[in-house]
C-alpha cells in the first residue's frame, strides 16, 4: 500500500484502533472526507456497528480484540480479513508507513503506541493513558524511533499547534481548558445523589461513557495536565487548568515575554482528529462556524472542594513513577463501579485517592513495571469499592 496524494498532500493508509467508539466513527468521516485509504479497522469486540464498518470498507483488515463467544460469528461474516486477540491490534499499529489513530479506551491502548511508534509512524493519540500509564516509555520509544506522536485531544492539539516554530523554552506557563462537566457551579454536598444519566449530560461534548464521567469529576483535566508534562517537557507547576464554559478556546500558551496564544472555535474533535493526520498541512474542509459574535467567553478558576480529582492528577505526576498508571488503573475501576450503580459520584474520587494510598509508586524502565502497577491498583481499587458498595 503506497502513498495516497491529496491536493498535494501525500498521506499514508490510516490504521483505526477503536474504530466502533465516538473517535473512530468521527476518524472515519474525516478519512472519507480527505479520501484516505483505510487498511485497519481494530475494535475490542464483535458487533453489529463493527460488522457495519467493515461492510463499508471492504479492503480492511479487521482486528478484535476480545471476541468472546461470537467469534465464529466473526470468522464466517469476515473470512480472510479477520485476526484476533490483542497482538494483532498491536502488530497492525506496527504496520510501517501507516497512519495509526490510537483510540483504544483505557491503559489497553499503551502497547499499540508503542508499536506504532517504534515502527516509525505517525501515531494519532486520542488514548491520553498511554501517557498517563507510560509517560516515560513513549517518549523513549518516540525520541529513538523517529515516529510521531500527534495529541487528538482538543486541548492538547491546540498547544500543540500555539507550540509550533516556538521554542519551548520561552514557554511561561501552559493553561488547559476544562468545561466543568455538568456540575459546575453545585455545591460538593450536592454531588451524593447525582445520578449516572446526569453525569452523562456533557454540556458541549459528545463522548464516550468513561470520558465524560472523568469529565464530570475533572479527573480528564487531571490526566491532560499529565499527558501535557510529557507531550511538551513542560514542568508541573508550569501547567494550569481554568474552566472555560462555552469550550470555544481548547487551550492557551503563555510565553516568557507575556504574549498568549490560543486555539478556538466550536468544540468538534473532527479539526484535531483531521490535524493530526495531515499536519503540518491544512487541505480544505468544511468546519462549523467559528461566530464569535455576540458570544460571551468566560473562565474561572476551578472550585477544588467541587473537582479534588484535579489535585490527585498533580499530586501523582509529582510522584512519577507508576503512580500516574495507579491513578489511572483505579479510575477505570471506579468509573466502571459507577456506571454499573455499585458507586456513588463522590466515590470514584474517593477510591482514587485511597488506591493511591495503598499503592506504592515505583520506577517505570520496562511495560512490565506498568502492567504489574495496574494489576495491583484495580486489585486495591475493586477492594475500595466493595467496602463502599451502594
Not at 51 to 77: F, T, V, Y
Not at 294 to 310: I, K, M, N, S
Request: glycine content about 8%.
Amino acid at each position: 500500500m503506497g502513498l495516497l496524494p491529496l491536493a498535494g498532500i501525500h498521506l499514508n493508509p490510516l490504521v483505526v484502533l477503536g474504530a466502533t467508539g465516538s473517535i473512530g466513527e468521527q476518524t472515519l468521516d474525516v478519512a472519507r472526507d480527505l479520501g484516505l485509504e483505510i487498511a485497519v479497522l481494530a475494535a475490542r469486540s464483535v458487533s453489529p456497528q463493527l460488522l457495519q464498518l467493515a461492510a463499508a470498507h471492504p479492503d480492511a483488515d479487521i482486528c478484535i480484540a476480545e471476541p468472546g463467544n461470537r467469534i465464529a460469528d466473526a470468522r464466517d461474516a469476515l473470512a480472510g480479513r479477520v485476526t484476533f486477540g490483542a497482538e494483532s491490534v498491536y502488530e497492525a499499529a506496527g504496520r510501517r508507513d501507516h497512519i495509526v489513530m490510537n483510540a483504544i479506551v483505557g491503559a489497553a491502548g499503551l502497547p499499540a503506541t508503542l508499536a506504532g511508534l517504534d515502527a516509525g509512524n505517525r501515531v494519532a493519540l486520542a488514548n491520553k493513558e498511554s501517557l498517563v500509564a507510560g509517560g516515560p516509555l513513549v517518549t523513549d520509544v518516540r525520541d529513538r524511533s523517529g515516529g510521531e506522536l500527534i495529541p487528538v485531544d482538543s486541548e492538547h492539539s491546540a498547544i500543540w499547534q500555539c507550540l509550533r516554530g516556538e521554542d519551548v523554552t520561552t514557554v511561561a506557563r501552559i493553561v488547559l481548558t476544562a468545561s466543568g462537566g455538568p456540575f459546575r457551579g453545585m455545591a460538593p454536598t450536592e454531588l451524593t445523589a447525582v445520578t449516572v444519566e446526569e453525569a452523562l449530560a456533557h454540556p458541549t461534548w459528545v463522548m464516550g461513557p468513561r470520558i465524560t464521567i472523568d469529565s464530570a469529576t475533572l479527573m480528564n483535566k487531571a490526566f491532560e495536565v499529565i499527558e501535557a508534562h510529557f507531550l511538551f517537557d513542560v514542568g508541573y507547576d508550569s501547567i494550569d487548568v481554568v474552566i472555560h464554559p462555552q469550550s470555544y478556546v481548547h487551550s492557551l500558551v503563555e510565553f516568557r515575554d507575556g504574549v498568549v496564544k490560543a486555539e478556538l472555535g466550536p468544540p468538534d474533535m473532527r479539526k484535531p482528529i483531521r490535524y493530526a493526520i495531515t499536519a503540518p498541512d491544512r487541505p480544505d474542509g468544511d468546519p462549523p462556524a467559528l461566530g464569535l459574535a455576540g458570544r460571551t467567553l468566560q473562565f474561572e478558576a476551578p472550585d477544588l472542594a467541587l473537582y479534588p480529582a484535579l489535585d490527585l492528577g498533580y499530586e501523582a505526576g509529582r510522584r512519577g513513577g507508576t503512580a500516574t498508571a495507579v491513578l489511572n488503573a483505579a479510575d477505570e475501576v471506579a468509573v466502571e463501579a459507577f456506571l454499573d450503580g455499585r458507586l456513588s459520584f463522590p466515590g470514584i474520587v474517593r477510591v482514587v485517592e485511597e488506591t493511591l494510598n495503598v499503592v506504592e509508586a515505583a520506577p517505570v524502565t520496562a511495560i512490565a513495571d506498568v502492567v504489574a502497577a495496574d494489576r495491583e491498583a484495580r486489585a486495591a481499587a475493586s477492594r475500595v469499592v466493595a467496602r463502599l458498595t451502594v
